[in-house]
Structures are given as structure tokens and as C-alpha cells.
């Protein structure tokens, strides 16, 4: 099976910083990935596929790259609505499995 | 408007079976694959089953392998997740998402397996 490592597993951030979390895969698995933000009480919802593309409705300070199979999630400017739980799944090949998430904090 | 929404959860008790329904709208649901995601209490997201558009092929992860089955009927724009001999570690709230890296999901139902 594919193994996701998110790194880091929480972290703090001020307002206004420039914030990114990595999601390394154990195999190769091409563009198949995706992040998604978790908030309590709400399902989860979808930021970044195919690595590098936003999602319909994402505000642009956020941002996917991929170099080899390391996988990033950028934010650019954070703001406070932004805290959350944040997840990337790779869907390359089964069984599907997701990272174990990265919790984003303000400071 | 896509939606997507999850009915059927409740409390059973180990060992016993329960049926969740996905029901879609907004979109040709004939045309997309479908999910089911789980999250157990205070943990992280785990994907459960798959199924390809037409229904002919069906993919789970080794821990429900056995005991659940996915489906979806068409013609009714709903899929179903079969879970059989249910147990304790079956608890978490179950969401169904659309196509192959999730860009939809539902807002959950919860299974509590407990005596």
C-alpha cells in the first residue's frame, strides 16, 4: 500500500504568513493527489487535485506544487478562516489512502 | 446545484448489518464514480469503497473487505453501502463523495456499533 507522511502533524501560524505543509509518498504516484480542509461539524472539502490545480470556489493564496514525490500545499497569506485539519489522498492506485493530516492552528 | 446525501445510520450492535443510502443530485450520477469515506472519533479520514460509473467494478480497503459492498443503482441516482457483522471499530461518521479525487461530498451519517 502507498504510505502518505504529512509533515508537519500540527502547527502555529500568525496572520499573515506564508504557510506550507508536505505530503510525502512512499511510491510514485504521478499528479493523483489531493488536499483537502476539515473543519469540525463539516465534511471535507476539497482545496488542490491533480497536485496542482484549485479547486472550484478556493480562494487563490492557496496553492499545490509537487517536486518528485514530495507534495505541498501553500498558503500565501494566512487568514483566520483557514484553521483546520488538512488532508492529502493519493488516488493513483488502490487501495486509496490519505495522509494521517496536518492540524493548522493560529497563533 | 450538486448534493449528495447520506440517510441510514444509527446504532446497531456488533455483529449486525446496516445499509447507508447516498442519494445525488445536480449532476449525471450515471457518469461518475462513487465513494465512501469514514472518519472513526478522533481520527483521521479512511477510505472505504469505490465503485466505477456503470457498477461493474468495486474496490475496498482490506479492513471492510468481506463484509461491505458497495453498489449504486442508476436509475434511481442513489448508492448504497452494504456493512455487514458490524463491529465497534465500524464507528465513525460515513460520507459518500463523487468521482475518482473526491470533489464532492455529503455531510455524513453516523454509525455507532455498541451493545
Known amino acids: 500500500d502507498i504510505q502518505l507522511t504529512q509533515s508537519p502533524s500540527s502547527m502555529s501560524a500568525s496572520l499573515g504568513d506564508r504557510v506550507s505543509l508536505t505530503c510525502q509518498s512512499s511510491q510514485g504516484i504521478g499528479n493523483y493527489l489531493s488536499w483537502y480542509q476539515h473543519k469540525p461539524g463539516k465534511p471535507p472539502k476539497p482545496m488542490i487535485y491533480?497536485?496542482?490545480n484549485l479547486a472550484d470556489g478556493v480562494p487563490s493564496r492557496f496553492s499545490g506544487s509537487r517536486s518528485g514525490s514530495d507534495y505541498s500545499l501553500t498558503i500565501s497569506s494566512l487568514e483566520s478562516e483557514d484553521t483546520a485539519i488538512y488532508y492529502c489522498?493519493?488516488?493513483?492506485?488502490?487501495?486509496?489512502?490519505f495522509g494521517s493530516g496536518t492540524k493548522l492552528e493560529i497563533k | 446545484e450538486v448534493q449528495l446525501v447520506e440517510s441510514g445510520g444509527g446504532l446497531v450492535q456488533p455483529g449486525s448489518p446496516l445499509k447507508l443510502s447516498c442519494a445525488a443530485s445536480?449532476?449525471?450520477?450515471?457518469?461518475?464514480?462513487l465513494n465512501w469515506i469514514r472518519q472513526a472519533p478522533g481520527k483521521g479520514l479512511e477510505w472505504v469503497a469505490s465503485i466505477n460509473p456503470d457498477g461493474s467494478s468495486t474496490y475496498y480497503p482490506d479492513t471492510v473487505k468481506g463484509r461491505f459492498v458497495v453498489s449504486k443503482d442508476n436509475a434511481k441516482n442513489t448508492g448504497y453501502l452494504q456493512m455487514n457483522n458490524l463491529r465497534s471499530e465500524d464507528t465513525a461518521m460515513y460520507y459518500c463523495?463523487?468521482?475518482?479525487?473526491?470533489?464532492?461530498w455529503g455531510q455524513g451519517v453516523m454509525v455507532t456499533v455498541s451493545s
Open positions: 445536480g449532476f449525471t450520477f450515471s457518469s461518475n464514480w
Open positions: 463523495a463523487r468521482a475518482d479525487y473526491f470533489d464532492y
Open positions: 491533480y497536485a496542482t
Open positions: 489522498l493519493q488516488y493513483d492506485e488502490y487501495p486509496l489512502t
